[in-house]
Each structure stands twice: as C-alpha cells, then as structure tokens.
C-alpha cells in the first residue's frame, strides 16, 4: 500500500496537526469526489501509528508501526469500505484506491458498507493494541453506510472504546445520518484550485488537461482517471444528443448507453444543465467549453422555466440512479424527459 499526499492538501494537513494534542474520537473528512480523501486518510492513519512521528506529523516510514502498515498487516488498523472496492479497486487516488483485491465471485460484490462488516470490529476493539498506542478505524464513503450498519456504528460512536479513533470520508454530507455527523468532528476537504490541479494533472502528462478537468468538475483524481481510460465516447453520445434533443434519438441515444454507468450519466446532464443555465445568465461555461457553440444555441432558445424543470428533475433522477428497476428504461426516461423540457 502505498501512502499519498497530493500538493493541495498541505494546508489541510497543517490544520489536522493542530488536532492532535486532543484528537477526538471520530473525525469526519468531507469533500468532493476525486480530490484524494481516502489517500488523506490512509497516511493520517500511518502518523497516528507511527512510534517515530516527524516534527511534520508525517509518519517516519521507518519504524515497525510503519513496516506494518505499509504491508497492509498492522494489528491495530482497519479499514471498512464495500465489497466493490475490495473486487475492483479504483485508479490510484480515489475514494477505495488501495489493493487488497478478494477472489471474484458470481455474485457482484457489494457497493455498500453492511452491518456485519461493523460487528466485525468489536473484536478488534476489545483487545489491547500490540505497541501500547491507538488503534484506527477508517472508512470510506461513509455514505455506503447501509442504515443497519449506520445504526450499528453510531451505537460505536456514543459509546467509543479508548484509545481508538475513527477516520471517515464522505462525498455527500447529506446522505449520511445527522446522529452520525453530529458525534464526528467534521473537517472540509476542499476542491483544489484551477489552476493548482491542472499544473499537477500536467506533470502527471495528461494531454488536454484543461478539458478533462472542466468535465470533472474540478476534481485533479477524478480527472486523471478518466483521461487514463482514454476515451470521451459515451460523454459524446450523451453530449450530442442534449446539444439537439428529439423523440426519435432519445430511444436510439438510450439503446447505446443502456450499458453505461448511470449515476455518471446524471451527472454529465447535470452539468451540462447547469453550462447552459450558465451560459443564460452570464454567457460563461464552466464544464464544457468545447461545446460553446451548442450551449449558446440552447440558452438563447430555451425558456428558463424549462431548463428550472429539466434541472429540478435530473436532481431527482440523481437519487435513484445507484438502484434502477431497468437501466434502458432509465436512460429512456431521462432523455425524452429532458427533450420535454429543451427541444
């Protein structure tokens, strides 16, 4: 396992170091997906095992905590987070990047966090740590948290064992338990800036690196990720058609992205949504740029009451997207809905 601290969150870690001489029990790290949550985790974790701690707060790398940890084998570590995670690990850098891969089943692994994988931490927290320190829980995204397993860890979390700290990452607030986050200290991890990210995604040789930042939002990891998959051809398909929606495509459209991830699908409209909302108001884009010319034609066309709707309704469609009854049937729905609102 290897332990990552990326350049924008160095302020971030000054600020953690001031925590330490009253480390809480539980701390809750939030953000946006794709700016290195789950790396900033694991090495506070490595520091708050580490036996030989830097004046920095980085752990020394040397001692036997951190031999350890690096292995992936320290006795008092842990990490929860879904099954899917532990199958197909994410490209380095994401929310579930580290190896530690499980045989493949038939069965899907999971993409939430179950209330067994809690339980099994009572074992864990009810022996005496191997070096006489703490013992560390991390877990990520806290929001894959099913509601068993989220009533089983605030019942961890009112009654914490001592000596153990909990580190959690979420991407959404707002999808967790508000008992949960009321017994966290929350910390923000915030998005890097433009200009921050794109140097970094530069040295990482990304070509276009502008491009692919602006389609992610922002987020450098969530960049670098899909640049390294390289192709943009189902954001194109679904792009094309928003730029000149209709009935008749919209079924065709949904046939060639039947297969595609649905919440990234959302997500690609909600953006695109909102350039467009953009481009109305203050004739600037913020994710798409290469589709000026597109966007421009469809504010000046498009009432805003309609794109209010279309907005308003890819937002709900946004909460559904992770469990549809038919993937087909979902993307169908989404386009002619949005061909409702914009043709």
């Known amino acids: 396992m290897v332990v990552t601290m990326y350049p924008w969150q160095q302020d971030a870690w000054a600020r953690l170091q ?10 809750l790290f939030h953000g946006p997906q794709g700016v290195g949550k789950a790396d900033f985790l694991e090495t506070f974790a490595q520091a708050l095992l580490c036996e030989n701690v830097r004046p920095d707060g980085h752990a020394c790398g040397a001692c036997a905590s951190c031999g350890w940890f690096l292995q992936n084998n320290h006795p008092d570590y842990r990490r929860v ?12 850098g994401e929310e579930g990047a580290e190896s530690g891969g499980k045989a493949k089943s038939t069965k899907a692994p999971s993409k939430e966090i179950k209330i067994e994988q809690i339980r099994s931490l009572a074992d864990f927290m009810n022996i005496s740590t191997h070096r006489q320190g703490l013992r560390v829980v991390v877990l ?4 894959a948290l099913n509601m068993p397993a989220s009533n089983a860890l605030l019942k961890t979390l009112e009654e914490p064992p001592p000596g153990t700290v909990f580190l959690l990452a979420s991407n959404s607030l707002d999808r967790l338990l508000p008992t949960i986050l009321s017994r966290c200290r929350k910390f923000a991890l915030p998005m890097p800036g433009h200009e921050e990210a794109l140097a970094w995604l530069k040295e990482q040789g990304v070509q276009d690196a502008d491009s692919w930042l602006r389609e992610q939002g922002g987020a450098p990891l969530a960049a670098l990720q899909e ?3 390289g192709s943009r051809e189902e954001m194109d398909v679904l ?4 730029a000149h929606p209709a009935v008749d ?3 065709r459209t949904a046939e060639k992205l039947s297969k595609s991830a649905l919440p990234a699908l959302v997500a690609w409209q909600q953006r695109w949504l909102y350039d467009v909302f953009s481009m109305k ?8 740029p290469r589709y000026q010319k597109e966007l421009a034609a469809l504010a000046g066309r498009v009432p805003t009451a309609s794109l209010n709707r279309a907005i308003k309704a890819a937002g709900e469609r946004r909460a559904v ?6 993937a087909k049937l979902f993307v169908e729905d989404m386009l002619l809905e949005y061909t409702s609102c914009c043709a």
């Open 227 to 229: 640049s390294e998959a």
């Open 281 to 288: 108001l203050s004739g600037r884009l913020r994710y798409y």
């Open 81 to 92: 987070r879904p099954e899917a995670f532990e199958d197909e690990p994410p490209a380095e």
């Open 321 to 326: 997207a992770d469990h549809p009854l038919s």
């Open 249 to 251: 495509s919209a079924l």
């Open 140 to 143: 990520y995204p806290a929001e």
């Open 18 to 27: 001031q925590m330490r001489e009253r480390m809480p029990h539980a701390i």
């Open 239 to 242: 792009l094309q058609f928003l």
